[in-house]
C-alpha cells in the first residue's frame, strides 16, 4: 500500500470553468473555444482540454477534438502566417474565438482527411454555435479563398522560418545557437506526433512476456533499442486497453526517462529523495528497481499532482512517504535525515518535450528560460546538504537548452568545492563539458538532460 500524503501544505481547490458542451455541441466550436483558452488565457492544454473532452460522449467525436485542438496548437505559428495573407486586417484584432475558429479550419483543410466541403461546412456551422452569425459569411470565404491559393501560399510559408517550422522566433534562434548542427532535426521533431512509450514492470513480467501479451491483445509493439524497459507503440492506445495496467505490470513512460534509475546505481538499504515527485513516473520505476532502498520520499509543491503520484503508486502496489513541500526550503518539511540518493527532476522550459506538449511553444518566453536556471540553482544548492558523503545526485530536465542544463551544472561545480561530477555513458544522446543530452527524435526518446553529481566526503575535499 502507498502512504498518506504528509499535509505539508494546503490543499488548493481549483474551481475551473466547465465546459459550454453537453456533447451535442459542434466538435469545432469546442475546439475554437479551447484555443481560444489557450492563446488569449495562456492556459495550457492539459488544464483547458480534459473537461471538454469528459462532456463528449462518442470516442469518435472526442478524438477528433483532441486531434484538432493538438494540431492547431502544433502548427499555430503557420496557420497565423496564412491568416496574415487571408485576412484584410490584422488577424490578432479579429474576434478571439472566431480567430481560433479560423485556425480551426485551416487545420483541417491543410492536415486531416475529411473531405473538404464538409471541414468548410462544419466550421462554418461553428459560427452559429458560438453566436457568432455576423462571422458567418467571413468564415466561409476565408476557408475557400485558402483551397483556391493554397499552392501559392505554402510555398510563401516556405519562405517565412517561423512559419516554416512553426516554431516562435525566439526559440528557433536559441536553437541554432545552441545546436548548429540538430537545429532542424530538433524543430522538425517537435512537430511530429509523439510515440507512446510502455516502461515494464519487471518485477511483474519480463518485457518480452509483455510484448506476447500486447501481441495477444492484437496491440501492435517493439522492443525499445537501448532501455531494457522500454516498448514503444505503432500506434497509441487508451491505457484501458494495456493488459494488466490496472495491475501495475506497465506504465507509459518516455524512453528518455527511462535511464534514471540506471543512473542513479541503486542499491539495497539506501534512502532515497525524488525532489520534484510528480506525476511519479521515474518515482514508481526507481521503487520497481530496487524494492529493498530502506526509505523512499516522493516530494512535490503541489498537492493535487501529489495526489496523482499517490495514485500512480497504489496501482501498482508500491510504497513512498509522500511529501508536499518545497524542494528549494527543506527546513519546512525534512527530518534532518540525509538521503544516500537524490533525484532532483528540476521544473524546466519543457523544450525537449515539445512534440507532447506543443503549447510549449505559445505559453514559454525568451526570459523564462533565464528565470528558469536561477530556480534550478536555488533547488539544486538547496537539497545538496541533504546529500550524505560519497552520496549521489541525479540532476535532470526535459530541456534541449544549455542554460538550463549544462550552464547550471558547471556553475553548481564552481561554486561547490564538495562536488565532482561522475561521468557516464548512454547507448544513445550524446556526452556534454558537463552531463549528457538527448534529443528528441521521431519515434524515439524525448528530450532529456542528466547528470550525475558525487558528494565527495571531508578527506578527499
Not at 501492435?220 to 494495456?242: H, R
Amino acid at each position: 500500500m502507498y502512504m498518506k500524503i504528509h499535509e505539508h501544505c494546503e490543499r488548493r481547490s481549483q474551481q475551473r470553468r466547465k465546459p459550454n458542451s453537453d456533447g451535442s455541441m459542434n466538435i469545432r466550436a469546442i475546439a475554437a473555444i479551447v484555443v481560444g483558452q489557450v492563446l488569449q488565457q495562456k492556459q495550457s492544454l492539459d488544464v483547458v482540454l480534459p473537461e471538454y473532452l469528459a462532456a463528449i460522449t462518442q470516442a469518435k467525436d472526442r478524438a477528433l477534438l483532441q486531434e484538432i485542438c493538438y494540431g492547431v496548437i502544433r502548427f499555430y505559428f503557420q496557420f497565423d502566417y496564412l491568416l496574415h495573407s487571408l485576412l484584410k486586417s490584422n488577424p490578432q484584432k479579429t474576434d478571439p474565438v472566431i480567430y481560433a475558429l479560423l485556425l480551426v479550419g485551416l487545420y483541417q483543410l491543410n492536415y486531416l482527411r475529411i473531405p473538404e466541403h464538409a471541414a468548410i461546412f462544419e466550421t462554418v456551422e461553428a459560427t452559429k454555435q458560438l453566436k457568432k452569425f455576423w462571422a458567418t459569411k467571413l468564415v466561409n470565404a476565408v476557408l475557400r479563398n485558402f483551397l483556391r491559393e493554397k499552392t501559392q501560399l505554402l510555398a510563401k510559408i516556405e519562405q517565412n522560418e517561423v512559419a516554416y517550422y512553426a516554431h516562435p522566433k525566439w526559440l528557433i534562434a536559441e536553437l541554432q545557437k545552441s545546436w548548429p548542427l540538430h537545429w532542424q532535426k530538433i524543430l522538425l521533431a517537435n512537430n511530429e506526433k509523439p510515440p507512446m512509450h510502455l516502461r515494464v514492470n519487471l518485477k511483474k513480467n519480463s518485457r518480452d512476456d509483455y510484448l506476447q501479451k500486447l501481441a495477444e491483445s492484437k496491440i501492435i509493439a517493439n522492443a525499445a533499442q537501448f532501455v531494457v524497459t522500454g516498448i514503444t507503440l505503432t500506434k497509441p492506445e487508451d491505457v484501458s486497453l494495456l493488459p494488466d495496467f490496472q495491475a501495475g505490470a506497465v506504465s507509459v513512460q518516455d524512453l528518455s526517462a527511462q535511464v534514471v534509475p540506471e543512473l542513479l546505481d541503486l542499491m539495497p538499504g539506501q534512502r532515497m529523495l525524488d525532489a520534484c515527485a510528480a506525476p511519479g513516473g521515474k518515482l514508481m520505476h526507481i521503487l520497481e528497481t530496487e524494492h529493498r532502498l530502506a526509505d523512499v520520499v516522493g516530494l512535490d509543491n503541489d498537492p493535487l499532482r501529489l495526489e496523482k503520484v499517490a495514485e500512480n503508486l497504489k496501482r501498482a502496489e508500491l510504497s513512498a512517504k509522500l511529501i508536499c513541500g518545497d524542494a528549494s526550503h527543506p527546513d519546512s518539511w525534512w527530518d534532518g535525515k540525509k538521503f544516500a540518493r537524490i533525484l532532483l527532476d528540476a521544473p524546466c522550459s519543457g523544450t525537449g518535450v515539445i512534440r507532447r506538449h506543443p503549447d510549449i511553444k505559445i505559453l514559454r518566453r525568451a526570459k523564462d528560460i533565464e528565470n528558469l536556471a536561477k530556480r534550478q540553482q536555488q533547488i539544486l544548492s538547496a537539497i545538496w546538504p541533504l546529500l550524505e558523503d560519497n552520496g549521489l545526485l541525479v540532476y535532470v530536465t526535459c530541456s534541449v537548452l544549455p542554460q538550463e542544463n549544462v550552464d547550471v551544472v558547471s556553475a553548481f561545480l564552481a561554486a561547490h568545492s564538495d562536488t565532482v561530477e561522475k561521468k557516464f555513458v548512454l547507448k544513445f544522446g550524446m556526452p556534454l563539458k558537463y552531463g549528457w543530452q538527448i534529443l528528441p527524435e521521431n519515434m524515439g526518446g524525448d528530450g532529456f538532460y542528466f547528470a550525475v553529481l558525487l558528494k565527495k566526503t571531508a578527506k578527499t575535499q
